[in-house]
Nanobody, 121 residues
Framework: VQLQASGGGLVQPGGSLRLSCAAS????????MGWYRQAPGKQREFVAT???????TYAEPVKGRFTISRDNARNTVYLQMNSLKPEDTAVYYC????????????????WGQGTQVTVSS
């Protein structure tokens, strides 16, 4: 199973970016998908998560600015980031809680490789 994140880049304060993360490989189903981020010199922190039924949860710093969504048919999760601030600068990592087959009732957390988001004027 692989998760491929994309969509990062350099944006000015107040701007927007949309991150995508597609899961591929041996996938029977995916429970939660979401995003974490890690700024230089800081620990990785939770950003947002979404269940397979579409229930979303957000970290306080991004509430009202970020929107998480997913396409279950494509095994893809998105993060729409609006009103970006310099403190949003970080490497953003996606993850998925994956069940690999119908015969294996075990869930595994897989991580994407990270995509850099830089908010600067």
């Amino acid at each position: 199973v692989q998760l491929q994140a994309s969509g990062g880049g350099l944006v000015q304060p107040g701007g927007s970016l949309r991150l995508s993360c597609a899961a591929s490989g041996s996938i029977f189903s995916i429970n939660t998908m979401g995003w974490y981020r890690q700024a230089p010199g800081k620990q990785r922190e939770f950003v947002a998560t979404i269940t397979s039924s579409g229930r979303a949860t957000y970290a306080e710093p991004v509430k009202g600015r970020f929107t998480i969504s997913r396409d279950n048919a494509r095994n893809t999760v998105y993060l729409q980031m609006n009103s970006l601030k310099p403190e949003d600068t970080a490497v953003y990592y996606c993850y998925g809680d994956v069940r690999r087959s119908a015969s294996e009732n075990t869930w595994y957390i897989y991580w994407g490789q990270g995509t850099q988001v830089t908010v600067s004027s």
